[in-house]
Every structure is written in structure tokens, then in C-alpha cells.
T-cell receptor, first 114, second 116 residues
Framework: DPKIIQKPKYLVAVTGSEKILICEQY?????MYWYRQSAKKPLEFMFS???????DNQTASSRFQPQSSKKNHLDLQITALKPDDSATYFC?????????????FGPGTRLTVL | GDSVTQTEGQVTVSESKSLIINCTYS????????LFWYVRYPGEGLQLLLK?????QKGSSRGFEATYNKEATSFHLQKASVQESDSAVYYC?????????????FGTGTSLLVDP
């Protein structure tokens, strides 16, 4: 059974719309993260959470808002979508935040903005 | 800031042949970073393949090896004899002591295709 679930797997949106990317982890981890990979670019760190609290935000735009309703959930709301937001978004988790804890990744959500 | 460079975007190797995927890095923190290789098989999430946290040490897993070369700032991935099941995308990454090790910085990835 998959331990980190991301929904949906594929998502197509129109410019200016809003979407929510879902992430749930069933590893009992206390820290969760979002990364993004645009075409021909490396995976890029976006956010980290520990016990549902934001620890670091390295996304310049306020259009990206993580939402943690439960300890094992970290959704990503994206508003006013732009074509440049097209990317694969990966959720990850680790037992604890910091201390070089191994991060486990989900399969990703591929977002295309038209 | 930190950076990781993988020069090959795609590599094709015949089954049973040897493989090397190049990785060099630059880290800004005092000291030196932890280094990782992650792999993404088709339809799956990234999985940690191996990690090395001490300069000069070698990590190994599933027949793959990588040596942490602090002088050359390199962490190349090697395998003596590849199998078709090794076809995947391989990512070199580092975590920097300067940010407490929670943030991974990745290379662009190398797609490996093993011809049967």
C-alpha cells in the first residue's frame, strides 16, 4: 500500500483559477514538505512543516499556501494560476524535522496550466 | 546558495555493461554537506538509494556505489553491471548543515535507459 498519497495524479487548470493539491502520509511522520519540479529544472524546495507548524517557506509568491488540517495531511493551495506554475509537485515527509532525517516522497501531482 | 550539477540528462546503457552518472556539488555552509542519491522508478515516488555523510566514505545499495570526494566536490554514481530493472531517473542531492539538514537541494536528474 502506498505510504504517501498525492491526489490527483494529473491536473489541468486554466490561467487565473485555483487548485488544491492533496497530500496524506501514513508513515506516522511529524514533518512534511513540498517540492516542485518544473520542466528541465531540479526539484526545488518550497515548504517544510513540523507538527503542523510552518518551519520554512522558500516560495516567493503568496499564491502558494500550504494547509495542514491534520498532522498527516499537508495540502497545497495555489491561487491565480499561471502557465509558469506548470510543474510536478512532490510531497515528502520525515520522522522529524531537521537532524538530516530521511525524507520519503510521494509520486507527485503533475499540474498543467493552460 | 547550494547547487548540484548532473551533466547527463539521459543515458542509455546495454544490459550487463557498466554505468557512471556524474554529480558535482557546491555547498555554502561551513564544513561539508550530506550527499544522497535518489531514484524514481516509473509511476513511483522518489526513493532514497544511498547516502554518505562523511567525506572519503563510500555508500552502496542495490549494486550501486558512490564515493564522497570532498576535494573534487563530486559524488558520482557507479554500477558495474546494470540490469533492465535499473531503468529510472536518478537524482543527486545534498543537505546542508547550514539549514539543519531538512532542505534537500537536487540536481536535474539523469534518466537511465537500460537496453535488454
Amino acid at each position: 500500500d502506498p505510504k504517501i498519497i498525492q491526489k490527483p495524479k494529473y491536473l489541468v487548470a486554466v490561467t487565473g483559477s485555483e487548485k488544491i493539491l492533496i497530500c496524506e502520509q501514513y508513515l506516522g511522520h511529524n514533518a512534511m514538505y513540498w517540492y516542485r519540479q518544473s520542466a528541465k529544472k531540479p526539484l526545488e524546495f518550497m515548504f517544510s512543516y513540523s507538527y503542523q507548524k510552518l518551519m520554512d517557506n522558500q516560495t516567493a509568491s503568496s499564491r502558494f499556501q500550504p494547509q495542514s488540517s491534520k498532522k498527516n495531511h499537508l495540502d497545497l493551495q495555489i491561487t491565480a494560476l499561471k502557465p509558469d506554475d506548470s510543474a510536478t509537485y512532490f510531497c515528502a515527509s520525515s520522522q522529524d524535522w531537521g537532524n538530516y532525517a530521511e525524507q520519503f516522497f510521494g509520486p507527485g501531482t503533475r499540474l498543467t496550466v493552460l | 546558495g547550494d547547487s548540484v550539477t548532473q551533466t547527463e540528462g539521459q543515458v542509455t546503457v546495454s544490459e550487463s555493461k557498466s554505468l557512471i552518472i556524474n554529480c558535482t556539488y557546491s555547498a555554502t555552509s561551513i564544513g561539508y554537506p550530506n550527499l544522497f542519491w535518489y531514484v524514481r522508478y516509473p509511476g513511483e515516488g522518489l526513493q532514497l538509494l544511498l547516502k554518505v555523510i562523511t567525506a572519503g566514505q563510500k555508500g552502496s545499495s542495490r549494486g550501486f556505489e558512490a564515493t564522497y570526494n570532498k576535494e573534487a566536490t563530486s559524488f558520482h554514481l557507479q554500477k558495474a553491471s546494470v540490469q533492465e530493472s535499473d531503468s529510472a531517473v536518478y537524482y543527486c542531492a545534498l543537505s546542508d548543515r547550514g539549514n539543519m539538514g531538512y532542505k534537500l537541494t537536487f540536481g536535474t536528474g539523469t534518466s537511465l535507459l537500460v537496453d535488454p
